[in-house]
C-alpha cells in the first residue's frame, strides 16, 4: 500500500467548533487538559489519527483559536500540509480566522478546505452570506481554490461531503521529503512511568528508526531512541509527515523543550542569525524599523530577535524585503523554512516569510555583496547557493561541512559541487572521503600567497633548499585546519607549483645553488676534517681558522651533508663519512656482549672525551648500538 502521510491542521476562530469538528470526524476529543475542559476552550495543542477510505491514516494537529493561544496554534501549524479552515456559520469571519489563515499563508500551507460549522443554527440564507464572506477572504490567497462546505457537528449534515473533500485533498499535497536527513521539532514532551521521557512532534522529513542515534538542538546533546510509535501504535520505522511520539534515552524531561529538534546528527548547524525574505502584512499600523524587536516563530520555537532590512530602514506594510533576523537564541533553520514574526508587544502576528540564507554574515547597512549574494541564494539553483558559501569560506570544506553551513540539503550540494567543479568554477583537493572543495577564485589566491612566501624565503636564504611543510603551513595558511593545509600542498604539488624534497617545500628549480666560491669553500672545509679523522675542528674553530661567518660555515655544512661530503655528529661537530665508517668498524669489531664504556671507546679509537661522546650519542641515533646504564651495546 503506498503511504500517504500527511498532517490536516484546524485553523479558525474561538468556539467556531475545530475541537467538535474533529472528533466529529475521528471519535477522539483532543481536549485534553482539565482547564480546557473547564473553560470549553482549547489552550494547548491535539491530535488525533483520521483513517482515510484507503486505509491510510493521517494526523490530524487541532488548534486553539484564542488570540492568547496563537504561539501554541503556530507550534501546530508549522508541520501542516493542509488546512482545514473552520468558520462557524452563526458568527461568520472574525479575527482569529484571518489571523489563522495569514500564518498558514506565512507557513506555506497552499491546500485546504473549509467548513462552515453550525450550520443547523442558522437559516440556508446566513450559510450562503457567510459562505460568500468566506470566498472574499480566501480570494488572492494560497487557498483560494479551497471547497467551502457546510456542515454540523450535531445533525452530521455535509461530514461525509467533508471527508471525501479532505481525502480528494490529501492526494494533492506536496509530500514531505523522506529523502533528507530525518528532522522532528518537538511540540510536547513528558515523561511515561517506567518508559522516560517522551517527545512528540511532526516529522518534518526523512526517517527515524528504533535505536538510532540523533542529535538534539539546538543544545547538540546525543539521544538515542529507544522506541517509537504513531498515533498510539509501536514502530520500528517512522516516516516523514507522519505524527511521531519517540521515548529518548539519556534525557530527562528538564532538558528537552517544546520548540527543540530531533535531527539527523551532522544536518542543521544552529544559527544566531539568518537572512530572510519577509513579508509585512498589509494590516499593519507601522512600518517595522531597522532594530525593531520582534517574535521569530519558526518550527515549533519562539524566538526574539531584531530585524534589519538589508537595503533601506523600513519595511513598509504590505512590503516583500529581504532582512536580516539577529537571533537572541539559537535558532535551527534549513533552507527555505517558513516562519512566522510577530511583534514584540502588543503581541500579534505582523508578518512572516522564508529562510533564504542559515549562516549569513552580519550585514552592514546598504551592503552590495550582501543583496547580491541573498539574490545568488535565491534563485534555487543549486550550484549559486553552493558558490555563495564556497566564496565565503576561507578554507576548503568537505560537502558535509557545507550542509552544515548552507543548511542545504545533502543532494543540492552535491549537486552544486559537481556543476561548480565541472565548470571549473571549484577545485576538488584529495583522493580520498571526505573530498574538500574550494572555489577557484580562492585557490588561486592561496596558491599566489604560497608562492609569494616562498619566493620571499629563496631571496632570503639562498643556501637553503626550502622552506619546512610546517613553517610554510603556519606562515601561508594559518588557522587551517591540518588536513585541509596537507590536502592543499599536496594539490599544489601534483600541480607541479611547489617541489618538495622530505618535508622541505620549494619553488621549481629554487633548491640551494652553490657558486664556485661556495664550492671552493666547501673543499677547504672538508680537508681540514679529513685532516684529523677521529678529532676533527669543531664548527667554531672552522670559523676562526678560515675567518667565516658561522652562520655561512653551518649552511655550507648543511650543503656538504647533503652532497654526503660530511656526516654531521652533533651541531658543532661533522665527521667526514670515511671517518663515521672507520670507527663504525672499529666499533662492531671490538664490542663485547656486555658492552663498551665511554672511556673504552675513547681509548679503542684514540680520541678524547670531547668526540668520543657525541660519536657514541651519533651511533645511538643512527641505531647502530643503544644505551644500557654505563655502557653501549650493539642492536
Ligand atoms: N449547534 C452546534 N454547536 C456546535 C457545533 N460545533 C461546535 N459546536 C459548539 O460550539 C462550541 C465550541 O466548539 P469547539 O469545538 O470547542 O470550538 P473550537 O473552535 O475548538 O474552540 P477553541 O478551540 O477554543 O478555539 C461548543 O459548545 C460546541 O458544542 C455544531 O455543529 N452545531
Ligand atoms: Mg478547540
Keep these: 500500500m503506498s503511504r500517504r502521510n500527511l498532517i490536516i491542521g484546524t485553523a479558525g476562530h474561538i468556539d467556531h467548533g475545530k475541537t467538535v469538528l474533529v472528533k466529529a470526524l475521528t471519535g477522539k476529543d483532543t481536549d485534553r487538559l482539565a482547564e480546557e475542559k473547564e473553560r470549553g476552550i482549547s489552550i494547548d495543542l491535539g491530535f488525533a489519527p483520521l483513517e482515510l477510505s484507503d486505509g491510510s491514516v493521517v494526523g490530524i494537529v487541532d488548534v486553539p483559536g484564542h488570540e492568547n493561544f496563537v504561539r501554541n496554534m503556530m507550534a501546530g501549524a508549522t508541520g501542516v500540509d493542509l488546512a482545514l479552515l473552520v468558520v462557524a456559520a452563526d458568527d461568520g469571519v472574525m479575527p482569529q480566522t484571518r489571523e489563522h489563515l495569514a500564518i498558514m499563508d506565512f507557513l506555506g500551507v497552499s491546500k485546504g478546505v473549509i467548513a462552515i460549522t453550525k450550520a443547523d443554527l442558522v437559516e440556508v440564507d446566513l450559510i450562503k452570506l457567510v459562505t460568500d464572506e468566506v470566498g472574499e477572504l480566501i480570494d488572492g490567497s494560497p487557498l483560494e481554490e479551497s471547497v467551502i462546505i457546510p456542515v454540523s457537528a450535531v445533525t452530521g449534515l455535509g461530514l461525509p461531503e467533508l471527508t471525501l473533500e479532505l481525502e480528494r485533498a490529501a492526494g494533492e499535497v506536496r509530500l514531505k521529503d523522506e529523502a533528507l536527513p530525518a528532522r522532528l521539532p518537538i511540540d510536547r514532551v513528558f515523561t511515561l512511568k517506567g518508559i522516560g521521557t517522551v517527545v512528540t512532534g511532526t516529522l518534518w522529513s526523512g526517517t527515524i528508526r528504533n535505536g538510532e542515534h540523533l542529535e538534539l538542538s539546538p543544545e547538540g546533546r546525543q539521544v538515542r531512541v529507544r522506541s517509537l510509535g504513531v498515533h498510539s501504535t509501536e514502530r520500528d520505522t517512522v516516516y516523514a509527515g507522519e505524527r511521531v511520539a519517540a521515548n529518548l534515552a539519556g534525557v530527562s524531561k528538564r532538558d528537552v523543550n517544546r520548540g527543540d529538534v530531533l535531527a539527523a546528527p551532522g544536518y542543521l548547524k544552529p544559527t544566531f542569525m539568518v537572512d530572510t525574505r519577509l513579508t509585512l502584512l498589509a494590516e499593519c499600523a507601522k512600518p517595522l524599523k531597522r532594530g525593531t524587536r520582534v517574535r521569530f516563530h519558526h518550527g515549533t520555537r519562539e524566538l526574539l530577535g531584531r530585524i534589519y532590512p538589508l537595503e533601506g530602514e523600513a519595511v513598509a506594510p504590505g512590503e516583500e524585503r529581504p532582512c536580516q533576523l539577529r537571533l537572541e537564541s539559537k535558532a535551527v533553520c534549513a533552507n527555505g523554512d517558513r516562519f512566522v514574526l510577530r ?165 621549481p628549480g629554487e633548491s640551494a645553488t652553490v657558486t664556485d666560491e661556495q664550492g671552493r669553500l666547501i673543499d677547504e672545509v672538508i680537508k681540514r676534517i679529513e685532516g684529523r679523522p677521529t678529532s676533527p675542528p669543531t664548527l667554531s674553530e672552522l670559523a676562526s681558522e678560515m675567518r667565516l661567518d658561522r652562520q655561512m660555515l653551518s649552511d655550507l655544512l648543511a650543503i656538504a651533508e647533503k652532497q654526503e661530503k660530511a656526516v654531521r655528529v652533533s651541531p658543532e661537530l661533522y665527521f667526514s663519512p670515511r671517518a663515521i665508517e672507520v670507527t663504525e668498524k672499529k666499533l662492531r669489531d671490538s664490542i663485547k656482549p656486555e658492552g663498551i664504556t665511554v672511556s673504552e671507546f675513547k681509548t679503542l679509537i684514540g680520541t678524547s672525551r670531547k668526540y668520543a661522546l657525541p660519536l657514541l650519542e651519533y651511533f645511538d641515533r643512527a641505531k647502530v648500538t643503544f644505551r644500557a646504564g654505563d655502557v653501549r651495546r650493539l642492536r
Design 343 to 507: 511583534s514584540y508587544s502588543p503581541v500579534t502576528t505582523i508578518g512572516g516569510g522564508t529562510v533564504v540564507d542559515t549562516h549569513p554574515p552580519k550585514h552592514r547597512l546598504h551592503a552590495g555583496a550582501a543583496l547580491r549574494q541573498f539574490g545568488e541564494l535565491e534563485t534555487g539553483k543549486p550550484d549559486d547557493s553552493v558558490a555563495v558559501y564556497l566564496s565565503r569560506a576561507t578554507e576548503p570544506l568537505s560537502g558535509g561541512d557545507l550542509v552544515l553551513e548552507s543548511g542545504l540539503a545533502p543532494v543540492t550540494v552535491e549537486e552544486g559541487l559537481m556543476e561548480l567543479t565541472r565548470s571549473g568554477q571549484a577545485v576538488t583537493l584529495g583522493d580520498r572521503a571526505p573530498l574538500l572543495y574550494i572555489s577557484s577564485a580562492r585557490y588561486e589566491e592561496i596558491r599566489a600567497s604560497i608562492e609569494r612566501s616562498l619566493r620571499e624565503f629563496h631571496a632570503e636564504k639562498p643556501l637553503a633548499d626550502g622552506m619546512a611543510k610546517e613553517t610554510l603551513k603556519k606562515k601561508a595558511l594559518p588557522s587551517w585546519d591540518a588536513r585541509a593545509a596537507d590536502i592543499f600542498l599536496d594539490s599544489l604539488l601534483r600541480e607541479g607549483a611547489l617541489e618538495s624534497h622530505g618535508k622541505i617545500i620549494s619553488l
